[in-house]
């Protein structure tokens, strides 16, 4: 059973270049909210005789990405845990107590296939954090890449574009708004509304609603150099399935961006 002694942002660990990438990524969000970084190794148990091994290779793998974040040089404190555990149940239960839970979009199993790991998905469904779903961590040119929020219905949109804010003020960057639920007189004039009072929080950010003719994941597919981050919730229209499986893969394939998942409940 883990223990969390502290909030964290969690990383799950498991020997790949993606996880490298989360682990990574994951620093600015815990340099923020002034929590470490917890790395998570969860050993499974089902094959007792190759344990020793498995063992060494999550101390190799953990030592080696603790070694990465602290090359950086930020300030941001280390913890780590290698447990016993199926991955997915091992970091569901971190998910509990930590303030968000960071994975590589692609684990060992898929690494030279471009496509989202089956723990990412599981993850991504039902962990009760936000969960981050990292591309890729590499440096652009372009500073200032647009952080895209996509609204559902009403009854969560507004977390999710607090949390979208949040996200582009941190990074400084253009927010990007694509709404989902049918437009009408009525929601049309309440988002104008409400993107309003954003931009009078949020002057120095570049705040704009966007239209395309499907959703934020054709809009991230036809803008991928420009996109940083994609924020949305497991309520979404069309579904995680959709995000995560075949049709996202092939939208995101060529991209780095990473996808941030909410629940209604976890958005802030």
Known sequence: MITVKTPAVVVGVDGSAAALDAALWAIDEAEHRGVP?????????????????????????????????????????????????RPVETLLRASRS??????????????????????????????????????????????????????????????????GLEEARRRNAPLRIVATSPRTADTHTQWERRLA????????????????????????????????LMVTSRARRGGLTELLGAAGNAALRDTDCSILICDPQTAL
């Open 197 to 228: 009072e954003s931009r009078r929080r949020y002057p120095q950010l570049d705040i704009r609603s966007v239209s395309c003719d499907s959703d934020a994941l054709g809009y991230v597919a036809a803008n991928a150099d420009d996109v940083a």
């Open 37 to 85: 970084l917890h790395l998570i190794y969860a050993v499974d148990p089902t094959d007792p005789d190759a344990q020793a091994q498995r063992l060494a290779c999550a101390r190799t793998a953990v030592k080696d990405v603790a070694n990465a974040v602290e090359s950086t040089g930020r300030h941001v404190g280390i913890e780590t845990s290698i447990l016993q555990g």
């Open 98 to 163: 930590a303030l968000m839970l960071c994975v590589g979009a692609r684990g060992l199993q898929h690494s030279t296939h471009g496509r989202i790991g089956s723990t990412a998905a599981a993850l991504s469904a039902g962990a009760q954090c936000p969960v981050a779903v990292v591309r890729s961590h590499r440096v652009h040119g372009r500073k200032r890449r647009s952080v895209i929020v996509e609204l559902p219905e009403r009854c969560t949109a507004g977390l999710l574009l607090d949390r």
